[in-house]
């Protein structure tokens, strides 16, 4: 059985700085795909970022970029989000949804993911 789990979330001042990570089991990073999204209070889930081994591509939303950056580790089966200059709008719940048939899945769109892990709460405060 496959699944991801998020963690790393936390409670920082603006400026500040996390790093969040999303382990995936039960499938190998041959052919993998793993996006980070949010959902901030009374909003709708946006993509955050992704990477793919498809095309060893990494996408980023608009809103994060030049901030935040998203790395693998294969080995370890493991993605990880660097955030830095966090803002209050970056808090919110990070989810990340993984797949193993990487050429099914464009971010910015959920669709292609097949399994979410629980999300990890980020709270930015000014």
């Known amino acids: 059985r496959c699944s991801c789990r998020a963690s790393g979330g936390g409670s920082v001042q603006v400026g500040g700085s996390l790093t969040l990570s999303c382990t995936a089991s039960?499938?190998?990073?041959?052919?993998?795909?793993i996006g980070w999204f949010r959902q901030a209070p009374g909003k709708g889930r946006e993509g955050v970022s992704s990477?793919?081994?498809?095309?060893?591509?990494?996408y980023y939303a608009d809103s994060v970029k030049g901030r935040f950056t998203i790395s693998s580790d294969n080995a370890k089966n493991t993605v990880y989000l660097q955030m830095n200059a966090l803002t209050p709008e970056d808090t919110a719940i990070y989810y990340c949804g993984a797949t193993d048939q990487a050429d099914g899945f464009v971010f910015p769109y959920e669709s292609g993911l097949d399994w979410w892990g629980k999300g990890t709460l980020v709270t930015v405060s000014s």
């Open positions: 039960g499938f190998t990073f041959d052919d993998y795909a």
């Open positions: 990477i793919s081994s498809h095309d060893d591509g990494t």
